[in-house]
């Protein structure tokens, strides 16, 4: 996650020189969010499965 807080600040330190660099940087930090998420997703899921089974 730090490194999506990197790309964020980067972009916010961007957005007045470049809103092109700072689009991507967005993106990009999102991109990394939502794989966060799914990860997360994951393991909750796998948590699930065996609290269920014991």
Known sequence: MSLSKGLITQAIEQSAADQLQCEEALKQAA?????????????????QTQSATE
């Open 31 to 47: 991109t990394e969010i939502a794989q966060a998420q799914t990860l997360v997703s994951q393991v909750q899921s796998s948590l």
